[in-house]
């Protein structure tokens, strides 16, 4: 009989969450695995204090008596992106069935909260493609594991966390087998591994094996050429049927593997153990769009890090999309200095284009040559007044704290937003995780004086630099957050995540208003946070110094 895999997904939480215990106890294993983990526990409860004050003024007379309720129920009575798997699994369970493997398909959280469930799964289930995409360190990856792996099991580890980890493996017991690089030429060679009764484990042409820190460590190798039209399309219809369910009306796309830029604290370029820059062509993706949408999506995400380049294959596939009749909306991630051409927007928008994320990052030039991000405070500034005269919806990225940060580039990136407010804004404090960023490069941390602790086994590693450490960090992210949703500048993307999708233009002002009216609507729960937040960050400071001197 032919062993069953088990194909899990996900990260340490998810919405799907039932259990508020189980939260805990998954939080406390990762604790415990961590090598400083307290800075990233700190950052969560003052991301939490928003979420909670929002729900606690959503349940008050209040809001109940606001002008603005029907704008809110608006944004959030419809999620087509609830319920969607992750393009992992859907292309995992298309690898899968091509090489003739049952498989059944499972979320961390999932498993975590049904024992029964989870007894039954792996009695059935030998081998586990667990994905490391969502999963941020080790400690995380061992606390979700621990409850998976038995002694006549195999643990499979592939996705983002492991192919930026492998060249240096610190071991992980719950792993059997690495998997590093490109899914499509490695699940074959899995399978051969799997109907050999796991005795025999050859890598793909072009690819390597080895052992290191307990594991074997299976290298995929990378494509010839630069074109990805070679490579499978993801099935979202097996999707559908392995949930036992219709069509998807949001499903996830991916174009690109890998990214033409070299930011200083991003990790994208390397995710796949693959340094090239490979792309589908504008004819492909337009056919893959047009299936999608005979199979009944009406949305499509695409997970790539930057969309809008090549612009030559961006405008060609726009004019196919155009001339085809494919009706459907798509969101992605793009540069600021191709949204600075109105017509670009314009066209985008003709194409069926409803939201773009822009990683800002920040309102400094300074820190923006800091980053090496290649474009200018005033491209960011043209790119989000053409997004809001055109209607096209902005979600930027904002960066605090990265080496070089003070008081004074601070100031600049509030006058930035407050001159040119985008719609959404997420703010993140710069981390010092990715391993093999350019910033942690010898020669950038001596520039800055920024000294770091290991990464491997911790979320949100605590560092200091000359100008700012990151317990300042997370109070500057609170601060202009704060800033930014009582002076009316731009939805905080934390708590307006889930609804961004529902977003209507005409909506703002009203939004803006009731994000205005939840802070302070509740003071005894201020109190409540301020003091756990203390507490928190009293651990951070103690961890700090143990850690870093």
Known sequence: MTPKVLVVTGGMFSFEERSLVGAVRKQAAALRASSGGWLDIHLKVVALERVLAMRRFQASRAFARAPYRDAVARMFAEDPAEGVPELTEVLLCTLLEAEGLPFEVRTYSALHDDEADRARVLAECPVIFASTTLIRDLSELRALLAPLKRPDNRVVAGGALVSMLHHDWPGCPEVDVIAAGYGERLVPALAGWIRSDFETLEPPDGGALERRGGALILRS????????????????????????????????????RGCPYRCAFCNYPYLFDDAAFRLRSAEQIADDWARLVAGGASWISCLDSLFTVPRKRLEQLCARLLSDGTRVNWICYARADDLRD??????????????VQIGVESGSQQQLDHMDKRCTVDQNARALANCRAEGLTSLVTLIVGFPGETAASLAETRAFLAETPPDFCFVTPFSAKYVGIPILEPAAKARFGLVTHDASASSFPPWRHATMDAVEAVDHVRDLNLWMMRERIALEGGIFYRGALGFRAEDRDALLDFQRDLLGASPWLGRLMAGVRGWTRGKVETERRALLG
Do not use: I, K, N
């Not at 979202?236 to 036992?244: F, K, M, P, S, T």
């Not at 109105?342 to 284009?353: D, I, K």
């Open 342 to 355: 109105p017509a670009l927007v314009r066209l985008l928008l003709e194409a069926g284009c409803r939201q």
């Open 221 to 256: 190798g990378v494509p010839q050429g630069r074109s990805l039209d070679h490579l499978p399309a993801p099935d979202w219809a097996l999707a559908a049927r392995v949930h036992g369910r219709g069509p998807f009306p949001l499903v996830s796309y991916e174009s690109v």
